[in-house]
């Protein structure tokens, strides 16, 4: 079945970065458009960042604009998201998701700790 599994996940200090994979199986990789979704503590998930099929369009939550990145390397079946000026605030697990018209495909998170 498909599989999504993301890595980079881990404990950063404030003002630190990281940087996010989500590599992607079983599926026809550059028919779907790729999201970065997160959820905190006590959060309900949020929508972090999104890229179209072709990595031409792309969107952001108003808390990250200006310091994650979201990108996609079709040919490796992979986004990223580069994550910089991290903040206590961003701390949460990040899932990755995989969408095609009604076929909407999770990860299985990876953590995030923003401290010091």
């Known amino acids: 079945q498909v599989q999504l599994v993301e890595s980079g996940g881990g404990l950063v200090q404030p003002g630190g970065s990281l940087r996010l994979s989500c590599v992607a199986s079983?599926?026809?990789?550059?028919?779907?458009?790729m999201s970065w979704y997160r959820q905190g503590p006590g959060q309900e998930r949020e929508l972090a960042a999104e890229?179209?099929?072709?990595?031409?369009?792309?969107n952001y939550a108003e808390s990250v604009k200006g310091r994650f990145t979201i990108s996609r390397d079709n040919p490796k079946n992979t986004v990223y998201l580069q994550m910089n000026s991290l903040k206590p605030e961003d701390t949460a697990v990040y899932y990755c998701?995989?969408?095609?018209?009604?076929?909407?495909?999770w990860g299985q998170g990876t953590p995030v700790t923003v401290s010091s």
């Open positions: 890229i179209s099929r072709t990595g031409g369009t792309t």
């Open positions: 079983r599926l026809t990789f550059s028919i779907y458009d």
């Open positions: 998701q995989a969408r095609y018209g009604h076929y909407v495909y």
